[in-house]
Nanobody
Framework: QVQLVESGGGLVQAGGSLRLSCVAS????????MGWYRQAPGEQRELVAA???????NYARSVKGRFTISRDNAKNTVYLQMNSLKPEDTAVYYC??????????WGQGTQVTVSS
């Protein structure tokens, strides 16, 4: 079993920055994928960014150049540095992980609100 605990959400003005963190505990294994999804009211949950334990990354087109995903594999932690935030980035952000067994896990979500 794997547990994901997120932190770092909040309220920020447009153009500002926030950093999200997610710590995985349990049997995630050394080969895994960790990343972030978001869901705005009335919208489907969408991938924001993901990173493999080998260092490969993937970003949604809407956040490329503004958001950066990084990992500390020794701490089973993934970060999302969000710069130049826009009101349309407002959503609940969910940490997501796929363990070495291919099992997916979700965090509880953290609210990010960007005011105009």
């Amino acid at each position: 079993q794997v547990q994901l605990v997120e932190s770092g959400g909040g309220l920020v003005q447009a153009g500002g920055s926030l950093r999200l963190s997610c710590v995985a505990s349990g049997s995630i294994g050394s080969r895994n994928v960790m990343g972030w999804y978001r869901q705005a009211p009335g919208e489907q949950r969408e991938l924001v960014a993901a990173a493999t334990s080998a260092g490969n990354t993937n970003y949604a087109r809407s956040v490329k150049g503004r958001f950066t995903i990084s990992r500390d594999n020794a701490k089973n932690t993934v970060y999302l540095q969000m710069n130049s935030l826009k009101p349309e980035d407002t959503a609940v952000y969910y940490c997501h992980a796929i363990s070495y067994l291919g099992v997916p896990y979700w965090g509880q979500g953290t609210q990010v609100t960007v005011s105009s």
